[in-house]
């Protein structure tokens, strides 16, 4: 049967034992050293505790490896590959091609940073021995039904979480602006500043806006699609989230995924165990910046969040009217005392907390700024939050166990829902029950209790029921049994598709742009012996940034504010974004429907 993979982040172990007793059948995890998100990397000693948590419920680990590399870092990186195999990790996900030259004895996955968007790419990394495609988070449902239809590779989609609005891998903004490489895990996020956007003739036509702050993702209703579409595995995003958002959006996903497995016989998840959650799931209720489905249904407007880049939560209502150190929702709410919210309006967010609530009266820790008709937003659920603090939720595998007692002792084979089995014996002298079924009754009773082990007893078949077996004998068996079977599953073997490098596989193109960022000796033999002609010195080496492309995107601000060229705008002539002495020109490719950055000399500062 085909698996399917709810792959979750995680930032250290604490994290990824949530992540898994949350329902993933996958986590990803950085080493110490060249992941893109430098604040969640982890020694191999704590990946080897993730691993050795995670299989025992069938769940791999994923680590992260997927930024540049240099030429004088290529030894430290293969050793740290090295030492992340040692631990146990299923796969490495790496952007540098450098790592493929390595003759690694490890699953590769193609890093999202090596922007992948096209058939062509899909179908070379798998002749090139990658096992997996992570893509680009921009495309569409018939682009993503296109690539999973021309490769071999397994392909993997984010489905929830940030985005990042320039091609993954292909943006320089971060590093034109403040030297912090998006591609070298440092990312100083200048997509979420406020921009000006102004025209060739100095005219600010927005200012002060968050122009190139694209709201988070969600395709938790988009999953059945995607299955069909051929996707094995669906991504959350957020290594640097916090545990209970992690329990949370885990949960909800694993509810909806397993909704679609339900409805598609000839598919099954990848791991085991069930994991039912002790709160209702509600991602609205976790870190998110508003919902979108970004680009799945084709190129649109209304993905922005030009208010604010942070987290606006779930949307409560609007602001009826205020007075007296209070407002009024425009409807009823479940508000709360020591609820966090955010108002959105023409003049931008502002946060505040509830001190009271009396039916749609609330009276709020401040009332400055808050105006009659602003959006109001709950980002922190205080009730719900508790919850998830409180939260004892645990994942659990489902075992049958079979008594079998005699005149000269009691055994007990324990067999999980995958086939795994241990048994243990005590031989010993037994007497005939007083009471056979009472007796019968009592193994029963001692069987199906697993305590904190992550076993949970379906079935008890008892067999010798009329030979009395001391409670504490039957509970020391028990235990050994289920120590037995434990042990069983930890050894378990995993298959891993570790692939061979095609030398007859054939890069797309002969020429490599400066943005293909081809940065150390190995990774210009991969490309060179793959087809490649031509390599221009990599971008992200450059001393200077002016006059070049430092961010290309499927999103589009004049779509975004109603001014595409395609449809007849008014807008006409050069325009440009600006932040303090910082400012790019935009190009518009109306034929590929992108727009693009280009730096421009730096602006000279207002004088007091």
Same mark, same amino acid.
């Given at each position: 049967m085909?698996?399917v *993979?709810l792959?979750?982040?995680a930032r250290d172990y ?8 949350a329902?993933?059948?996958a986590?990803y995890?950085?080493g110490a050293?060249?992941?893109a ?5 982890n020694?191999?000693a704590?990946?080897a505790?993730v691993?050795e948590y ?14 540049l590399?240099?030429d004088?870092e290529?030894? +430290?990186?293969?050793r ?6 040692d631990a ?6 790496v952007q ?5 030259r ?5 699953e590769?996955h193609?890093?999202t940073q090596?922007s992948?968007?096209t058939?062509e790419?899909a179908?070379f ?20 039904r296109?690539?999973?239809a021309?490769?071999p590779a !397994?392909i !993997?989609v984010f489905?929830?979480?940030?985005i990042?609005?320039?091609?993954s891998?292909?943006?320089f903004?971060s ?5 912090r490489?998006g591609?070298?895990?440092?990312c100083?996020?200048?997509c979420r500043l406020?921009?000006?956007?102004v025209?060739?003739g ?6 002060? #806006?968050h122009?190139?702050?694209v709201?988070?993702?969600n ?5 059945? *699609?995607?299955v ?8 959350i995003e957020?290594r640097? #989230? ?11 996903y694993?509810?909806?995924?397993d +909704?679609?497995?339900a ?6 998840r990848?791991?085991?165990g ?5 709160f209702?799931?509600?991602p ?6 508003? !919902?979108?489905?970004y ?5 649109r407007?209304?993905v922005a969040?030009f208010?604010?880049? #942070?987290?606006?939560g *779930?949307?409560?209502g609007?602001v009826a009217?205020?007075a007296?150190?209070s407002?009024?929702?425009?409807g009823?709410?479940d ?5 966090g919210?955010?108002?959105?309006s ?6 505040t907390?509830?001190n ?11 009332i400055?700024g808050?105006?009659p008709?602003? +959006?109001v /937003?709950?980002n922190?659920?205080r ?6 603090e409180?939260?004892?939720m645990r ?8 008594v079998?007692?005699?005149g000269t002792?009691v055994?007990m084979?324990c067999?999980?829902? *995958?086939?795994?089995e241990?048994a243990?014996r005590r031989?010993i002298r037994?007497?005939r029950a007083?009471?056979p079924?009472? $007796?019968?009754?009592t ?9 904190d082990?992550?076993?949970a007893?379906r079935e008890?078949?008892v ?5 009395f077996?001391?409670a ?5 068996v028990r235990?050994?049994?289920l120590?037995?079977l ?5 050894e378990?073997p995993?298959?891993h598709?570790i692939?061979?490098e095609?030398?007859?596989?054939r890069?797309p193109?002969?020429r490599?742009?400066?943005?293909g960022?081809?940065? $150390?000796?190995?990774? !210009?033999?991969?490309?060179?012996d793959?087809?490649v002609?031509e ?16 961010m ?5 601000i004049?779509? +975004?504010i109603g001014?595409?060229?395609r449809?007849g705008s008014?807008l006409?002539?050069d325009?440009?974004?600006?932040h303090g002495?910082?400012? /790019?020109r935009?190009?518009f ?5 992108e727009m693009?950055?280009v730096?421009?000399p730096?602006r000279r #500062? $207002?004088?007091?």
């Amino acid at each position: 049967m085909k698996t399917v *993979e709810l792959l979750a982040p995680a930032r250290d172990y604490a994290s990824a034992v949530v992540a898994v007793d949350a329902g993933a059948d996958a986590v990803y995890i950085g080493g110490a050293r060249f992941g893109a998100r430098q604040a969640a990397g982890n020694s191999a000693a704590e990946i080897a505790r993730v691993v050795e948590y995670a299989h025992r419920y069938g769940v791999r680990v994923h680590a992260t490896l997927n930024t540049l590399l240099w030429d004088d870092e290529l030894r +430290e990186a293969e050793r740290t590959a090295r030492e992340l195999i040692d631990a146990g990790v299923d796969a490495l996900i790496v952007q540098d091609m450098a790592l493929r030259r390595m003759d690694l004895p490890v699953e590769l996955h193609a890093s999202t940073q090596v922007s992948n968007r096209t058939p062509e790419e899909a179908r070379f990394l798998a002749g090139a021995g990658f096992a997996r495609v992570i893509l680009e988070r921009a495309l569409s449902l018939g682009e993503i039904r296109a690539i999973c239809a021309a490769t071999p590779a !397994e392909i !993997e989609v984010f489905v929830h979480g940030a985005i990042c609005v320039g091609y993954s891998g292909r943006c320089f903004l971060s590093r034109a602006m403040s030297g912090r490489s998006g591609n070298r895990g440092a990312c100083s996020q200048p997509c979420r500043l406020t921009w000006d956007l102004v025209d060739g003739g100095g005219r600010r036509l927005i200012a002060g #806006k968050h122009l190139l702050s694209v709201r988070d993702m969600n395709l938790s209703h988009r999953l059945g *699609e995607l299955v069909d579409a051929g996707v094995a595995s669906f991504k959350i995003e957020g290594r640097l #989230k916090d545990t209970g958002y992690i329990r949370n959006v885990v949960a909800w996903y694993r509810r909806a995924l397993d +909704e679609v497995l339900a409805a598609r016989p000839a598919l099954r998840r990848s791991s085991v165990g069930e994991s039912v959650p002790d709160f209702t799931p509600d991602p609205a209720k976790s870190f998110t910046r508003g !919902e979108s489905e970004y680009f799945f249904d084709g190129k649109r407007p209304g993905v922005a969040s030009f208010d604010t880049p #942070k987290a606006v939560g *779930e949307r409560i209502g609007r602001v009826a009217k205020v007075a007296g150190g209070s407002f009024w929702l425009d409807g009823d709410s479940d508000l709360s005392a020591g609820d966090g919210l955010c108002f959105v309006s023409a003049r931008g967010a502002l946060g505040t907390n509830v001190n009271t609530v009396d039916g749609r009266r609330i009276t709020p820790n401040r009332i400055e700024g808050i105006t009659p008709g602003a +959006e109001v /937003f709950r980002n922190y659920d205080r009730r719900f939050s508790l919850a998830l603090e409180r939260s004892r939720m645990r994942r659990v595998i489902p075992v049958r166990v079979r008594v079998e007692a005699s005149g000269t002792g009691v055994a007990m084979t324990c067999t999980d829902c *995958e086939g795994f089995e241990a048994a243990a014996r005590r031989d010993i002298r037994l007497e005939r029950a007083k009471n056979p079924e009472a $007796n019968a009754e009592t193994l029963r009773t001692q069987a199906r209790k697993s305590g904190d082990t992550i076993f949970a007893v379906r079935e008890v078949e008892v067999l010798g029921g009329e030979w009395f077996v001391p409670a504490s004998l039957a509970a020391e068996v028990r235990r050994e049994a289920l120590d037995g079977l434990l042990r069983r599953r930890s050894e378990r073997p995993f298959t891993h598709r570790i692939l061979t490098e095609n030398p007859e596989a054939r890069y797309p193109s002969e020429r490599i742009l400066a943005d293909g960022n081809v940065t $150390n000796h190995l990774a !210009e033999a991969f490309y060179r012996d793959h087809g490649v002609r031509e390599i221009e010195r990599p971008l992200e080496l450059a001393p200077s940034f002016e006059g070049r492309t430092v961010m290309r995107s499927a999103y589009c601000i004049r779509r +975004e504010i109603g001014e595409c060229l395609r449809e007849g705008s008014r807008l006409r002539g050069d325009l440009y974004l600006e932040h303090g002495t910082d400012r /790019f020109r935009l190009d518009f490719d109306c034929a590929a429907c992108e727009m693009a950055l280009v730096a421009c000399p730096p602006r000279r #500062k $207002n004088k007091a």
